[in-house]
């Protein structure tokens, strides 16, 4: 991937400074009036800058999925502000007369913290920036305005899943040209920046009023407040055959609940599935997207989207039951009394993806998941004859697989699902993807017959390839030191163990630090898991999460596969009791963190 200069046609223009007295025009929504100002002003907008001194902050480095921290730290002095301007010290002479996009999953803080940035990107050369109303935006909608605006790049304020409130989380990444968020080579160098920031770059202009749809101009800066939807929903309508959704949907004998958890999809799914798919409003729970998300922690999963799995256990289930995270890009589907695993989805998608989806009508270019993923996606792969690729833990590792167009559809064990559509994963779009899966396999159903649910998709997909069982241990907020000593006696382990070492019934094929190439620009990543994998095909993969805010969270995987026909409906943890025990046993876990359960079994 090509960093800098990646639009290099689009914006000529340069950021020089010009010390001369301004007179600009301002016009702020309906206030017009003239600032007289001395500062110094960009060449490039004639907007007046205010040159602010700062000193690094420390711990300003970029995780998994951009920075993270309590929404505190976010607010207090420049923290926000010093992220920022490094990064486009990062971006450089790059950024001049460009336009940036920003929104966030609507978490507290998210309103003021788009105020800085708006100050930010005008003082810092960028010639216009939109804004989603009430700086609002999905991440997955996002990464589709950035592409179909051409926007040189996007921030994003959230957290994601993780809880949100004054004494909860805020964060912020950067999403780059094609949508994808920022590679490791930008975000290296954002923290760089963030070692010697000496001096903030601030337009010396008004807030914007941020809950009208609208365009305020400041000198040459435009400031374009935009429906966060509309642009999202245009790329969807591109990818499905809504009209084939909107018919299955107003059936009378299908029923469908979305669970937004009180997060940033409320609003998006009650214009995808309720006006545009004519689903009934009562579909949508937890609709209503709140700055501290109810007090709820957004995380589509069995744990923290307990209410919706609670209703899909009962007798009042849905036909299709789902949920999506904080910032949107997340997914859990669920059947009725049924769970699909987030490592079969992806394979179940990628299966029927040609059959069921317009967008993939001419088949797919290639699949690709994270390796901690279980195996489906191979099988998928294998059959249908696609290449495959197994990538790290990390979204960010997919998209040069899709620029170079090596990849129509990937997944995560995380309840992430997507394509190449956008540069991120979306929550939304697994939804649309099961509804037309469903949709298609009941095409011919009549109304009041026999409806293919989301478990005999699942059972006839287990049917063909056999079926791997997944299980995820989380054993979050460990004490750090301890979590680093245990990772090193697996290292340990791993060093002792040859080819054939026996641990219980499992006899080990490998084991190794998970380290990828990526096969587009050559970069290395290492250091991504340790992994056990067994003659059997079965794999013990331990991680740290690189997303966790407090102390360490110990990921532990689990997979083991079976094709034989009696065992394809067992529950996963009984199928992997052996297993996790031989896991357990060979990381000493309890021993090193005291920790008796994980907090989150997946
Ligand atoms: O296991 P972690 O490092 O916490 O990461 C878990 C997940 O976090 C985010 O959602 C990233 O976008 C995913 O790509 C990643 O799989
Ligand atoms: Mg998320």
């Known amino acids: 991937m090509q960093l800098l200069g990646k639009r290099a046609g689009a914006a000529p223009a340069r950021a020089g400074r010009s010390s001369a007295v301004a007179k600009i025009p301002v016009v702020a929504g309906s206030r017009s009036r003239v ?15 205010k040159e602010v001194p700062t000193k690094p902050i420390d711990g300003q480095k970029t995780g998994t999925s951009g920075l993270r921290k309590k929404t505190k730290v976010f607010m207090s ?58 700086a609002i935006m999905a991440t997955p909608a996002m990464s589709a305005f950035i592409r179909r605006r051409k926007a040189y790049g996007g921030l994003i304020m959230s957290a994601s899943h993780n809880p949100g409130g004054p004494e909860e989380d805020f964060g912020i990444k950067f999403n780059y040209t ?49 429906d966060p939807i509309a642009d999202y929903l245009a790329t969807l309508k591109e990818v499905f055959d809504f009209g084939m959704l909107k018919a299955f949907v107003t059936r009378a004998d299908f029923s469908m609940v979305f669970d937004a958890m009180h997060a940033v999809t409320g609003p998006y799914a009650k214009a995808i599935f309720v006006e545009e798919l004519g689903a ?111 990538t790290p833990t990390g979204w960010k590792f997919f998209g040069n697989l899709m620029d170079a167009g090596k990849c129509s559809v990937c997944g995560e064990e995380s309840f992430g699902t997507g394509a190449d559509h956008i540069r991120e994963k979306d929550g939304i779009f697994a939804v649309l993807c099961w509804l037309s899966i469903l949709a298609y396999k009941n095409k011919d159903v009549p109304v009041g017959g026999q409806l293919v649910t989301v478990e005999d998709v699942a059972a006839e997909f287990w049917g063909t390839y056999g079926r791997n069982f997944f299980s ?51 970069s290395v990543a290492k250091g991504q898991g340790l992994r056990f994998v067994f003659t059997d095909g079965s794999r013990i993969i ?49 021993e090193f963190t005291g920790r008796e359960k994980p907090t989150v079994i997946t």
């Open 77 to 134: 002095d420049n923290y926000l502000a010093n992220w920022v301007q490094s990064l486009f010290n990062a971006l450089g002479d790059e950024v001049a007369g460009q336009t940036l996009a920003l929104g966030g999953d609507g978490r507290y803080f998210g309103k003021e913290a788009a105020q800085i940035i708006v100050k930010l990107a005008a003082g810092n050369g960028f010639k216009k920036i939109y804004v989603g109303k009430d």
């Open 178 to 226: 094609a949508g994808e968020p920022a590679p490791e080579k930008i975000t290296d160098k954002i923290y760089g920046e963030t070692t010697s920031i000496s001096t903030l770059k601030m337009a010396d202009i008004p807030d914007v009023d941020l809950s009208k749809v609208g365009v305020t101009t400041f000198g040459g800066f435009e400031v374009e407040v935009v």
């Open 35 to 49: 600032l007289s100002t001395t500062v110094m002003a960009t060449a490039a907008t004639q907007v007046p800058v």
């Open 280 to 390: 009934k409003p009562e579909s949508i729970k937890n609709g209503v997207a709140l700055p501290d998300f109810g007090g709820g922690h957004p995380d589509p999963n069995l744990t923290y989207a307990h209410d919706l799995v609670e209703l899909q256990w009962s007798d009042a289930g849905a036909m299709l039951g789902a949920a999506s995270d904080g910032d949107g890009d997340r997914n859990m589907i669920l059947g009725k009394k049924f769970f699909v695993s987030p490592s079969d989805s992806v394979a179940m998608i990628a299966a029927n993806a040609q059959a069921c989806i317009p967008y993939f009508k001419g088949g797919l270019k290639g699949v690709a998941r994270s390796m901690p993923t279980g195996a489906a996606l191979d099988r998928v792969a294998a059959k249908l004859g696609l290449p495959f690729f197994e």
């Open 472 to 522: 995820r241990y989380d054993y979050e907020a460990c004490e750090s030191a301890a979590a680093e000593k245990m990772m090193d006696h697996v290292r340990s382990v791993i060093a002792a163990s040859p080819p054939g070492t026996k641990f219980g019934a499992f006899e080990l094929a490998t084991a190794d630090d998970f380290e990828y190439t990526d096969p587009i620009d050559g």
């Open 542 to 590: 331990f991680r740290l999460s690189g997303t966790g805010s407090a102390g360490a969270t110990i990921r532990m995987y689990i997979e083991q596969y079976t094709n034989d026909k009696a065992r394809l409906k067992e529950d996963a943890q009984v199928a992997l009791k052996d297993i996790i025990k031989v896991a357990l046993d060979l990381s000493k876990l309890q």
